[in-house]
């Protein structure tokens, strides 16, 4: 089956504007969640959807939203961009409940130039 | 901050030989995961050990699961040059909703 798709893999944008990324989970799974990377954060949690409705938020700020389609592709949205948001997004789904662990994408690498 | 932390940062080994990383986490756990990620691609799912378990072995990983120290160890065995790569643990907090947090991971080089 179809592994977690993300798109785009790589964006460039400049300071101050928006971006939208996507990820469509593995068919059937129902909990989506993403995660920022930077060399010197690490992975870092940023939300969870389950069913459309986010459970789980990070420490973020409110610049990074989200959100869940009824189909449980999600997507993320970063508004006013910083350069420090420079980083590899990650997705992740799981069916939801006892799971078996997270299937990843490959990620989006994001530049803010 | 983190809740998952691994030892040692880095660790370089010979193919053949055995690797050792460890993780030390906080707070009560659901179930505690290890994920491999090569250079800068998505994480890969290695193992995931349940909180009322204590060793889970799968091919040539052996993870090891101490609730009461609040500590794991993944171990791989005989260890080739493709097993390169960054492995993080992760820790499941059920907060009505699950939340999983990753360490700062172990980068493991294997030198053929």
């Known amino acids: 089956k179809a592994g977690v798709t993300q798109t785009p893999r790589y964006l460039i944008k400049t300071r101050g504007q928006q971006v939208t990324l996507s990820c469509s989970p593995i068919?059937?799974?129902?909990?989506v969640s993403w995660y920022q990377q930077t060399p010197g954060q690490g992975l870092q949690f940023l939300f969870e959807y389950f069913s459309e409705t986010q459970r789980n938020k990070g420490n973020f700020p409110g610049r990074f939203s989200g959100r869940q389609f009824s189909n449980s592709r999600s997507e993320m949205n970063v508004s006013t961009l910083e350069l420090g948001d420079s980083a590899l997004y990650l997705c992740a789904s799981s069916p939801g409940g006892d799971r078996a662990g997270y299937t990843f994408g490959s990620g989006t690498r994001l530049t803010v130039v | 901050s983190q809740q998952g932390e691994e030892d040692p940062q880095a660790l370089s080994i010979q193919e053949g030989e055995n690797a050792t990383m460890n993780c030390s986490y906080k707070?009560?756990?659901?179930?505690l995961q290890w994920y491999r990620q090569n250079s800068g691609r998505g994480l890969v799912h290695l193992i995931l050990i349940r909180s009322n378990e204590r060793e889970k072995h799968s091919g040539r990983l052996r993870v090891t699961l101490d609730t009461s120290k609040k500590s794991s160890s993944l171990l791989i065995t005989a260890s080739r040059a493709a097993d390169t790569a960054s492995y993080f643990c992760?820790?499941?907090?059920?907060?009505?909703?699950?939340?999983?947090?990753f360490g700062a991971g172990t980068r493991l080089f294997v030198k053929a």
């Open positions: 068919s059937g799974h129902r909990s």
């Open positions: 992760a820790t499941d907090l059920n907060t009505g909703g699950f939340k999983t947090i």
């Open positions: 707070t009560s756990i659901n179930n």
